[in-house]
């Protein structure tokens, strides 16, 4: 067992450093564990007087003084919250050009130069290819700033220790998963994904959720941890933050237990709400997918109650890791201390087992300028005897060169000198059409950059006219049996943009009635300086509602109190589920108000269900009168009292001040927006009550909501 090369899969956590060393049995196809190792940190790393270079160095140190890894492979894990993860569908493609694709969807995807990050690719499979194109190809992409990976790696390069294998905790999470859960062995990617599986592993301040049947991964970060539930104990009991986490361990043989669980409830239910949120959303995006059973990893999840807790709430089966069937050797899995703290060694058993080659999984954001450096250093005394043994043959060859050079005479050399004034004639030309031709390439570069140029800003003006789009209220569902009075609906007749140098004078020539509608922050100071004002010519026909808006009520209330938004949802038109959000105040939209109104006025309403007759008849009739169809003299929804219905129509006109604000310029967060403690355990709790309250909404005949 000596000569057999192993794994350290070694994970250093904010509560500690666990590593285990695994080997596999050729003969019995067995992952074999020899040797672990748990060294936890006199204090846990996030805590504001713990020094984390200082603990990390002590308990490498530490590991090192009492394990041997010399001649092993190593493995480490940064952390899945400091590592960008995406998985995307690429287009069919030629298996060649999947490399390429992929590095321009990093372009996209990575919010930073890919100069400053260390990233990798994981296919995931398809529907095979069809006609020399790969078809539904996914891949993953996993990113991580190279500063971030230098400070996990330096520690062990200040060490001597190198490091063969540097992955994020969410992929080791998988590995362990596949191969010890699923049993799905490496090279078996056309087998069927069996039932998907939810791993949970709480650490000290965040719970990683792993989500996957062995083909399909899908992660995310939860920001609740085994801190929450000691820093509530600390607050709610007056109690030091070592005394608290004592008391957290021991809960069920504390003086009195359910004043414990009393102070531990709130950051029981927003854990169980974020874990609910997270499986909402998985489910969202695949509809297809059943969780079969979650497994709990992590220290955290020794909390007393919090198992039971989930599976009530959750109500799905949920299971702690206590034993790993798919890993044998005897004496580390019965060793009292892995079995203490067996549900920490999950990441560092995924880690090992990528090691050994046994997972799906090849990806690593080592630096590659580090393997590159090592492959050389390998090579290098190949190297080195190739040299020998080439200058030891020019040396013979120049011996026997210089003994026939001094027999010769200088004919023998004269078509050999001609040749190499050839040679050097040839090479002068060669470079005069080189030269040329990187002239011509300049000239021509500088031609597309001028006709790219006009293109620039274009992008801004699309975004001012989807986030409009966005404002506009609407109804969700089949609405078309609700009567037009009823409806959240907003015509707009008309959108109209004009360039102002001075923005105040628009605001003077504002009434005062349009001065009130706006936003608090708005109307006690005008704009200035230079900007467009956009204006909106609408109708709408809403006049019957139980909230009592109508008029022009009505449009303060949805399109102008929209426009007033830092962002919207934007919502699916058929189940209300909210898609994702649109900027407005983000982008420089400001001052919006209603600057005119009209009082309602009748309208006959011609139903939707009647127009492809009326556009007939109107066809019909221009053929005879030679006109072009549409030109009626009416409207398309207008019509008289026989063929439409009657309703009240309100004409009003928006107004609202865009500044233009580039990309690079804008803040992520509104600067209007209430400051809120996150420290503040009524505030999360409020926070938590709201997003369930939100969620349980259906979302029906409402406006556009601002956020």
Known sequence: MADVQGVWGIEIGLAGLKAIRL???????????????????????SQPDANPEELVAQALDTFLGRNKVAGDRIAIAVPGQSALARFIQLPPVEPSKVVEIVKYEARQQIPFALEEVIWDFQPLG?????????????????????????????????????????????????????????????GNDDEEGGPYHLVLDMGSDNTTLVVSNGKKIWIRNVPVGGNH???????????????????????TKAP?????????????????????????????????????????????????????????????????????????????????????????FAVPYGLALQGLNLTRVKTSLLPPEITSARLVRKKKPWAVAAAAVLLGGLSLSTLGYGLRAGTVSPEYFGEAEKKADQAISAKSGFKSSYDSAVGQNGKLKKDIETLLSSTAGRTHWLEVYKAIEACLPRDYGDAQEVEPAKRNRIR???????????????????GEDAKKRMREPDSKTGPTGAGYVFTLQGVHFHN??????????????????????????????????????????????????????????????????TLAAREEAAR???????????????????????????VERTAFTVQFVWMETPADKRVAVDPDAPKVDPNSAANAGTAAGGAAAGAATPATSTPAAAK
Request: charged fraction near 25%; include cysteine.
């Open 23 to 45: 080997v596999f049995a050729e003969a019995a196809k067995q992952v074999l564990a020899t040797h672990f190792d748990y060294i936890p940190h006199p204090k846990i790393l």
């Open 126 to 186: 398809g529907s095979g290819a069809e006609g020399g194109f790969l078809l539904d190809a996914e891949v993953g992409l996993f990113a991580m700033k190279r500063e971030q990976v230098m400070q996990q790696l330096n520690p062990f390069i200040n060490r001597k220790v190198e490091v063969d294998l540097i992955q994020i905790a969410p992929l080791a999470l998988y590995n362990y998963l596949c191969h010890d859960q699923l049993g799905m062995a490496p």
């Open 229 to 251: 539930f000691t820093r509530a104990l600390t607050k709610e009991m007056k109690l030091t933050f070592a005394k608290a986490e004592h008391l957290k361990c021991n809960a």
């Open 256 to 344: 009195d237990p359910k004043a414990v669980f009393q102070a531990l409830r709130p950051v029981f239910n927003d854990y169980v709400s974020e874990i609910q949120r997270s499986i909402g959303y998985f489910s969202s995006v695949n509809r297809e997918a059943k969780i079969a059973k979650i497994l709990g990893v992590g220290n955290g999840f020794k909390l007393a109650g919090l198992q039971k807790f989930l599976q009530q709430n959750l109500q799905m089966d949920v299971e702690r890791v206590e034993h790993y069937p798919g890993l044998a050797g005897d004496s580390v899995l019965n060793a009292p201390l892995f079995q203490e703290n067996i549900l920490t």
């Open 492 to 510: 707009l007749l008309g959108v109209t943009t004009q360039k102002l140098d001075n923005l105040g004078d628009w605001y003077k020539g504002l």
């Open 544 to 609: 019957e509602d139980d909230t009592g808006m109508s008029d022009a009520e009505y449009v303060q209330q949805t399109l102008v109190k929209n426009l007033q938004s830092w962002q919207v949802d934007v919502r699916d038109l058929t189940t209300g589920q909210t898609l994702g959000v649109v900027p407005v105040r983000q982008l420089g939209i400001k001052w919006p108000t209603i600057a005119a109104s009209l009082p309602r006025a009748s309208f006959a309403y011609i139903p939707e269900g």
């Open 620 to 646: 019909a009739e221009a053929k005879e009168k030679k006109k072009k169809p549409g030109e009626t003299g009416k409207r398309r929804d207008e019509g008289d009292e026989s063929t439409g219905i009657k």
